[in-house]
């Protein structure tokens, strides 16, 4: 695992200095008993070195003088140019530790030095003026032609240095020196020399797409983690900078494919969900978020209001030992918990019921529900209590609580909660949450933090990296749907103080987020309203094909890498009215005609998705066809649906579903089976003719009373009490 | 989920004025509503009537619990009191005894307090009286019987017990499985 390394930190490779120094006396007996060995393999550099030595006669007797001739700073670089060369030979003949440590001065002095270098110069021949000359040039073209401070040029050559490889460092800066004398090929030198510093460049800047045959080899053997890292990195690079540092004749694509696979090894996840989250994020934010999932979460607590305050709290934890600080500006009831000197989860003050564990991402979706006092409310799946015991906090242990889970074994953890924490208005059972309204319904306020793929919490479960595919983000985000629309329709709409519905997950999917939502959004009569939190990121309302509906912006986004918290999701819907638009004739039509558009994938659940796709085209075909429609109409008598009815008889719908119902003419106008509805889009395209509106308002009184029997057939049996109460109320105003 | 058989009530409520003695009418007569005692699963749980009403929707089978957990009606037809009940014995209990922050952990992991541990003890406690354990901060810790008069509290020797243990809040952790 890669959780450890720091990016910042580069290794140098190959030995270091002191290895080089402390060589065993087998070396040194080789070179008495081998003399005229070579090394396995020369470079090309070292070849031509090698020819040279042989040509050139050796003096050994002059070596010392070079350096007395020049007393100053300079005169490690200032050397009569013909002696140069039997210096570095001679250098080359010794161990070769003491030109290492030269060379490095070598430099650094040769730049710092670099600015007063005419006068200097004066002194010596042309030769080396000439020579100064060339040396100039070649850091020109480091600095890139800028004009730099000579530090500022000696710092770059020498991070230069340290990111080349040591060997062929020491080759290159052989080379420069020792051809430095060489009178003939002066300018092939200078030229050289600017070749090596843009080699060099090259090997750290530019970066190359390792070809196919490589990657496969790849495949087999085992990477370097570190490689792969920097490779990631260059790669993020050249995307974010296509145009200019991307390889010629190479496709973003290929780019993008390397990242993935090198992404999948680096942070060991499955293919599937590193294409996942490509598509979500940004490379840059992708990284962070990858990154942030190899780190835990700060530890958070959440003081229980029912039996202490939070400066109490705190004081109770520091003299145990433990280091804490409020949460945020945002809660006022979260700490945070740095360090501690004794568990923090089986403190005195723990068992006592003064504070639960909690993450700070769960406190927002039940500061989103808000809940108040004396209403009734329902967890959908409630274990293990934590955002139960919060909405019972908040409601100060009056009205009801209903906290459900499907799991029975995860429920002895929300009683315990429950009991510790001293919450007395909860009723706890244990039901599948699909069965919801069918048990009970009528409440005021329902949250739901709906079972999901735990793609926001990967820094927990580690295991959600390799263990989920497409299958399961689909089947959690078909449940969800299920639990979203059986939730919905617990609520009660009339409710005087609430009719709210929060829906959350711990997952960053689109496909259990936006996608649920703006399904319950199509199936019910809902709109999303703000969450009531003042930080966070919009939810989607387009991604990649998908496109939602407008009102998802104001659904709510937490991600680890921006919040540190985990990867969160939280909408709050409002319901608007009880009856249910269900599947009549006419969605069923819908459904086909969706199909029929779009060759529609078989799958159920990605109709929601094509019925989006729809391009706007096709509303202005259905103007046209509007007029003929409208005749049919007259002669028709027109087909209640509910959907007209809920219309009616909720006359807050307002913004968010009249434009759901625009969005929605497009099909409606081309389905001569509907005619209620076109009088709705004609209605809001203001050209509905009188007869029509006469016609619809009939119909509005018919669906009403039908609506009203219903009610008091079905809906009694529900939520007995306050159907009744409502009802008489009704009954009393009318008369 | 039913009522209280006779018996039962009386059982229970013998148990509970041991510890709240005549409080006991406190827990009934409440400003905020009226709150009842019912059985399900042989556990006895303590709820408004508002709850009450609700958790009727519930069949008896997927209801796992209500309200507050009193305790529960052994095989042998006694009643036993669950750690759950502490909140509302703390706030009635007549006799109470508060432990050293020392001997706050042993209390906790299920030991008897020692005369060692013992902070402070109610004044006329009488054998075998129950009684609530309090850390010296007025943090209700448990409940259990007072093995010694205050009388005699004073007198013995350190490693002597004065209150046997019954309860403790270490039990959501311990044994949270078998809480209700």
């Given at each position: 695992m890669g959780r450890k390394l720091d990016p910042s930190i580069r290794a140098k490779r190959g030995p270091g200095r002191k290895s080089r120094k402390q060589k065993g006396a087998e070396t040194e007996l080789s070179k008495f008993l081998v003399d005229d060995e070579v090394p396995k393999k020369l470079s090309s550099r070292g070849r031509k070195r090698a020819v040279k030595r042989t040509q050139v006669t050796k003096k050994p007797k002059q070596e010392e003088q070079p350096k007395k001739g020049f007393t100053d700073e300079n005169s490690e670089w200032l050397k009569p140019a013909q002696r140069k060369r039997k210096i570095e030979q001679c250098e080359e003949d010794e161990d070769s530790d003491s030109q290492w440590e030269e060379e490095d001065d070598d430099d650094v002095v040769k730049d710092l030095d670099h600015k007063g270098m005419a006068k200097d110069d004066d002194d010596d021949d042309d030769e080396e003026m000439v020579d100064d000359y060339g040396a100039e040039e070649g850091d020109e073209q480091d600095s890139d032609g800028e004009e730099l401070l000579p530090i500022e040029k000696a710092a770059r050559k020498q991070k230069k240095q340290t990111s080349m490889k040591p060997e062929s460092d020491d080759d290159d800066d052989d080379d420069s020196d020792e051809e430095e004398g060489k009178k003939d090929s002066k300018e092939d030198d200078d030229e050289e020399e600017e070749d090596t510093v843009q080699a060099n460049i090259d090997e750290t800047e530019q970066f190359k797409l390792p070809a196919a045959a490589d990657r496969a080899k790849e495949g087999l053997l085992l990477m370097d983690l570190q490689t792969i890292h920097q490779r990631i990195k260059d790669n993020v690079d050249v995307l974010s900078h296509f145009s200019e540092k991307r390889e010629e004749g190479k496709e973003r694509s290929e780019y993008l494919s390397l990242l993935r696979s090198d992404l999948c090894t680096y942070y060991s996840y499955n293919l599937f969900l590193i294409s996942k989250l490509m598509d979500l994020f940004s490379l840059s934010e992708l990284i962070d978020f990858l990154e942030a999932n190899e780190i835990h979460r700060p530890v958070t607590i959440r003081t229980n209001t029912l039996k202490t305050r939070r400066r109490d709290l705190a004081q109770a934890l520091i003299n145990r030992g433990v280091n804490l600080d409020p949460l945020g500006k945002w809660s006022k009831t979260g700490l945070v918990i740095y360090d501690s000197s004794v568990p923090i989860g089986a403190t005195p003050e723990y068992l006592a019921g003064q504070y639960m564990l909690q993450?700070?991402?769960?406190?927002l979706p039940v500061m989103a529900l808000s809940p108040q006092e004396g209403e009734s409310v329902l967890d959908m799946s409630a274990a293990p209590g934590g955002k139960t015991t919060y909405m019972a906090q908040l409601m100060r242990n009056t009205g009801m609580i209903v906290a459900n889970d499907a799991n029975a074994e995860r429920l002895k953890s929300v009683v315990g909660n429950i009991h510790r924490l001293g919450v007395t208005n909860a009723v706890i059972c244990n039901y599948d949450g699909r069965q919801f309204p069918k048990v009970m319904g009528g409440f005021d306020r329902v949250l739901l933090d709906a079972p999901c793929s735990g793609t926001g919490v990967i820094s927990k479960d580690p295991a959600v990296k390799t263990n989920k595919d497409e299958a399961d983000i689909l089947r959690s985000a078909h449940l969800q749907k299920e639990l979203l629309l059986s939730a919905i329709d617990s609520v009660?709409?009339?409710s005087s103080t609430g009719g709210y519905l929060v829906y959350s997950t711990c997952s960053i999917m689109v496909e259990e987020n936006e996608w649920v939502v703006d399904y319950a959004l199509k199936k019910r009569n809902v709109k999303l309203v703000p969450a009531g939190l003042d930080f966070g990121k919009e939810g989607f309302t387009r991604f990649k094909e998908r496109r939602f509906h407008p009102s998802l912006k104001l659904s709510r986004r937490f991600y680890p890498h921006s919040h540190?918290?985990?990867?969160f999701f939280v909408a709050k819907l409002k319901k608007l009215s009880n009856t249910i638009p269900t599947v009549a004739k006419e969605t069923e039509n819908e459904e086909e005609s969706t199909k029929m558009e779009t060759a529609?994938?078989?799958?159920?659940?990605q109709k929601p998705q094509s019925k989006e796709q729809k391009p706007a085209s096709t509303t202005a075909k259905s103007n046209m066809g509007k007029k003929q429609k409208l005749k049919q109409n007259k002669s028709e008598t027109p087909i209640i649906t509910k959907k007209a009815g809920v219309k009616a008889e909720n006359k807050k719908s307002d913004g968010p579903k009249k434009a759901k119902i625009a969005k929605l003419d497009g099909k409606t106008s081309?389905?001569?089976?509907k005619p209620v509805k076109k009088q709705k889009v004609k209605e809001l395209n203001g050209d509905s003719t009188k007869e029509v509106k006469e016609k619809k308002k009939g119909s509005q009184f018919e669906k009403k009373n039908k609506m009203k029997k219903k009610n008091l057939k079905k809906r009694i049996g529900k939520n007995k009490f306050k159907k009744l109460k409502n009802i008489l109320g009704e009954a009393e105003s009318d008369l | 989920m039913r009522p209280l058989t006779d018996e039962e009530t009386k059982t229970m409520f013998e148990k509970l004025s041991k510890y709240i003695g005549e409080n006991i009418k406190l827990l009934i007569d409440r400003p905020d509503g009226t709150y009842c005692f019912r059985l399900h699963n042989d556990r006895v749980y303590y709820m408004s009537e508002k709850i009450l009403k609700l958790a009727t929707n519930i069949s008896r089978d997927k209801l796992v619990s209500v309200g507050t957990c009193f305790g529960k009606v052994t095989k042998t037809q006694k009643f036993r009191l669950h750690i759950t009940a502490l909140d509302f014995l703390a706030p009635y209990a007549k006799f109470k005894v508060w432990v050293k922050p020392g001997s706050e952990q042993s209390f906790l992991y299920g030991n008897h307090i020692m005369k060692s541990g013992l902070g402070r003890i109610t004044e006329n406690t009488s054998q075998y009286q129950g009684v609530v354990v309090y850390s010296m901060s007025d943090v209700p810790l448990g409940f259990g019987v007072a093995a010694k008069t205050t009388q005699e509290c004073r007198r013995v020797d350190p490693m002597s017990i004065v209150v046997f243990h019954q309860?403790?809040?270490g039990e959501y952790i311990r044994s949270e499985d078998t809480l209700t």
């Open positions: 993450g700070a991402s769960s406190f009660n709409a009339d540190n918290m985990d990867g529609a994938s078989p799958e159920q659940i081309k389905k001569v089976e | 309860a403790d809040i």
